[in-house]
């Protein structure tokens, strides 16, 4: 299944995983050492959901931009503050439980299921080398966002930017996406809280789609571009913006162009796939997410601006979690799970126009520079050998069915690394 010009993520046949081998053992000194990347967009959910997927982004990312849609949103700082502590707490329940559960079975054929769970990038890893990951992973850090309403102050700007964790605002069309339905219905009304964010410094995130069901779902991002960013860049020329997980041409060539502080996070699956991907074979739910996947000359485009070098494009998964009984549903939710396997997507769309040397900016500098941050100073490997994702992972008492499950990648993250 080819869903792009040049990268084809399928279920080989053992004539192409002999030469996949080959390949890899020929390129393996061109295995790629990058500063430890951070997700600049990532969904955790809350509860038993949340501790099923927290630990597969602290095995990859130093800190992750937190998204707060969740049911009630995160729209002050006291509920940013509480949800923060939720993911840290979960973090260490999960790591516990599995340092636990190696120390238990270190010679049982148990650690297989633990390897799956979390470490199916390498089936053959030892225990020793599971617990340095968990170790590692341990140092994950949460920044966290307040959801924007009609409803939203000035002075809740001033308490974010001085709580010191919270690290931007997050701009939601009502009704544009999973749990919007408490989002901005008019962004006229909010220019006095626009003004105090662009007066202390605070970026604001917009998810970039209009609503009106008048307009086609795949022009909604170039339509919005048109009635909401380019008036907003005019009259705070000085709002720091993301313009979160682009999907087309315009949205790129806006950010590349536009004057003011203002850069864009992509997400793997934009890089990878086009429309086609929804509807190859039967209508496939698990490649379906918001905003939807474009036409091929859009994911051109977009792969163009994330290997270019420009540092206002960087990485943000938009990893969505949803149990696939929701997925594979008569509605079914959008959203795409790439958290386990998004680094070796990311590294599979890069090679695939021959720009690897423009990963580690993508993922690793560009965005820690907009808001303001410290790069990471630990490091990760990525090596080029084929890598299958899981068809399924568990998900709490349910399983959940990440992006491109089954297949395998030309990549393949292998942990952190000293340097």
Known sequence: MIFGPSLSLHQPSKAHERRTSTLSKAKAAQALVCGLPDDWHLHLRDGDALKSVVLATA???GRAIVMPNLKPPVTN??????????ILDALKLVIDETVRNIDRYKTSDVLATIRMQHF????DASADWMLEQLLQAAHFEP???LYLTDHTAPSDIDEAVDSGFVRAVKLYPAGATTHSDAGVTSIHQLHHVLARMEMRGLPLLVHGEVTDRDVDVFDREAVFIDRVMIDLRR???GLKLVFEHITTEEAAHFVRDAEGPIAATITP?????NRNAIFNGGLRPHWYCLPVLKKERHRRALM???SSGSARFFLGTDSAPHPAHLKEHAAACAGCYSAPHALALYASAFDAVDALEHLPGFAWAHGAAFYGLSANTRSIRLVPE????PQRLGFGERHIVPLAGGEFVPWRFDGFVDC
């Open 235 to 237: 009259k705070f020329p």
């Open 269 to 273: 699956q934009h890089l990878l796939y």
């Open 120 to 123: 199916f990038n390498r089936p």
């Open 304 to 306: 163009q601006a994330a």
């Open 77 to 86: 700082v006291s509920q940013a503050l509480a949800y923060r502590q939720r």
């Open 386 to 389: 084929a890598c299958q994702t």
């Open 143 to 145: 920044l966290m966002t």
């Open 59 to 61: 095995l990859q990312f």
